[in-house]
């Protein structure tokens, strides 16, 4: 098992940046692949950002690319994801996955390991 905790989440006026925190406790082998994931009121859950093990190989939405990074840090357990130039419509709840292997980094059913989310709020 692997637990997943996410912080960093706020209110930020649009323009501004925010860096999300997810911890990996538990098995952590099992988590070659993390990614990062939302979901706004009303709509489905939307991948953001992927990355392997080594930090080697990440992947980011069409929406997000230029302005987010993902990055991990495996001595800490830990993945990050810096967000800057937020926009209103980045608003919602984000969460942290992690699976060992994964074979679309975008589609959520090939995680098995989620954390409880942290909002984020972008106000125009």
């Known amino acids: 098992q692997v637990q997943l905790v996410e912080s960093g989440g706020g209110l930020v006026q649009a323009g501004g940046s925010l860096t999300l925190s997810c911890v990996a406790s538990?098995?952590?082998?099992?988590?070659?692949?993390m990614g990062w994931f939302r979901q706004a009121p009303g709509k489905e859950r939307e991948f953001v950002a992927a990355?392997?093990?080594?930090?080697?190989?990440?992947r980011y939405a069409d929406s997000v690319q230029g302005r987010f990074t993902i990055s991990r840090v495996n001595a800490k357990s830990t993945v990050y994801l810096q967000m800057n130039a937020l926009k209103p419509e980045d608003t919602a709840v984000y969460y942290c996955?992690?699976?060992?292997?994964?074979?679309?980094?975008?589609?959520?059913?090939?995680?098995?390991?989620w954390g409880q989310g942290t909002q984020v709020t972008v106000s125009s």
């Open positions: 990355i392997n093990w080594s930090g080697t190989s990440t």
């Open positions: 996955a992690a699976d060992r292997a994964v074979t679309a980094v975008s589609a959520p059913y090939e995680y098995a390991y």
């Open positions: 538990g098995r952590t082998s099992s988590t070659n692949f």
